[in-house]
């Protein structure tokens, strides 16, 4: 059948929409284990009101004596900011006219795009779900007035990517540079920045282009007991100066790696529960901490438990609590997470930006045509004391 423009549209929204809102929605770990809310949003925030306060009208009294005030729970109101997700494609002229005559010619030519919009944007969704809501890739060593970048780590940069970088306490240019791209990854500490040299220290970190302080919060800014910092401001809008309740339990050992341990892993949960009635439901760490543990069992000659998870995969676990691995969270560190605190708030799930009737747009002068997918979403928790985390744990 001929395919006109919003033949293609429709194909776009019947054919695609549906597996990207599964993919993205279902392939991460921490979203399959979590609730999603559309309905709580007050304008374009959320709302979460946090218990950090007991009624304390509660005692015994002798016979005939005054009884003790009343008392009251006490909430405190917190602020959990909409954040706005966007992933474009775009079409030469030259393959919408090729489709006149086939709708499925376009869908062949759609097809590539399409899937990697899909996976990028979850590779990036996945990277915030374990970062701390700013953007920040890595942070920066020294290098001076070059424009090979040297950098704590070059994991999450790739050939291509627009970046920005900045001093990381205010996000100033500084001597950094804005709207630039990764030209080359050199090696593990040092990538090539297109344009003019730069010069920086370690007060500079690397930002996703135009994203500082706007990406989804994840468990780093979560399971931590500081404000985020750098400009970003208090989680949720709760300064821990201010609500010294509003922060997780860390358990560090001075910055020395030590061995992993059913002890240690014990002694995390059971700090989260006597310090906030936290209920740790999984364990969130990297590969070689999971590594380091299974060494542990298999020197003991210890059966390994092992725990299924959503989709047909299965972990270890430790005390029935799988053991789950993120290749963007940090290394030396394991997070005890009470998901029944944690919620994924939206204002719109993965769509086409269509609000003018039209899916494809034409592309200001040039002969070609876009379609830009968006989400509308934050992860909110309820309690911060609910969380902890391990550091200084040594990897294998």
Not at 348 to 373: C, H, P
Request: hydrophobic letters at 40%; a neutral charge.
């Amino acid at each position: 059948m001929p395919a006109t423009l919003s033949t293609l549209d429709s194909v776009l929204k019947t054919q695609y929409l549906g597996p990207i809102r599964e993919q993205l929605n279902n392939d991460n770990e921490l979203l399959k284990r979590i609730d999603t809310d559309f309905d709580s949003v007050v304008g374009k925030n959320f709302t979460i009101p946090m218990h950090y306060g007991r009624n304390e009208g509660i005692g015994a009294r002798a016979e005939g004596a005054t009884l003790m005030d009343a008392g009251q729970q006490a909430y405190k109101e917190s602020i959990v900011p909409m954040r706005y997700l966007y992933g474009r494609i775009q079409l030469t002229g030259q393959s919408i006219k090729a489709a006149k005559n086939d709708a499925g010619a376009f869908i062949r030519a759609v097809d590539s795009e399409i899937k990697g919009v899909t996976r990028d944007l979850k590779n990036a969704v996945n990277r915030m779900l374990a970062g701390d809501g700013t953007g920040r890739l890595t942070t920066c060593g020294t290098t001076s007035a070059s424009t090979t970048v040297v950098v704590a780590s070059t994991a999450f940069l790739r050939a291509g990517m627009s970046i920005d970088v900045l001093v990381a306490a205010d996000g100033t240019t500084g001597t950094g540079a804005v709207g630039r791209t990764v030209v080359s990854v050199t090696n593990a500490t040092s990538f090539v920045i297109s344009g003019a040299a730069i010069t920086t220290n370690n007060t500079y970190a690397v930002y996703v282009g135009g994203s500082r302080n706007l990406e989804v919060m994840g468990i780093q800014g979560i399971v931590d007991n500081a404000d985020i910092g750098g400009g970003y401001g208090a989680l949720q809008q709760l300064a821990v100066a201010s609500y010294p309740w509003h922060k997780a339990s860390i358990l560090a050992n001075g910055g020395s790696n030590r061995a992993i341990s059913d002890t240690l892993l014990q002694t995390l949960i059971d700090t989260v529960e006597q310090a906030g009635a936290g209920d740790v439901s999984a364990l969130y760490t990297t590969y070689g901490v999971r590594r380091a543990y299974q060494a542990v069992l298999d020197a003991k000659k210890q059966i390994v438990n092992k725990t299924e998870l959503k989709g047909g995969y299965s972990t270890i676990a430790f005390n029935n609590l799988p053991i789950i691995v993120d290749k963007f969270l940090p290394a030396n560190k394991v997070f005890g997470v009470d998901e029944s605190m944690l919620k994924m708030y939206k204002l719109a799930d993965y769509d086409w930006m269509d609000m003018d009737g039209a899916i494809l747009s034409r592309v200001t002068g040039k002969d070609a045509y876009e379609a830009i997918l968006y989400c509308y979403m934050e992860l909110g928790m309820f309690a911060r004391n609910a969380f902890g985390r391990l550091d200084d744990i040594t990897e294998v």
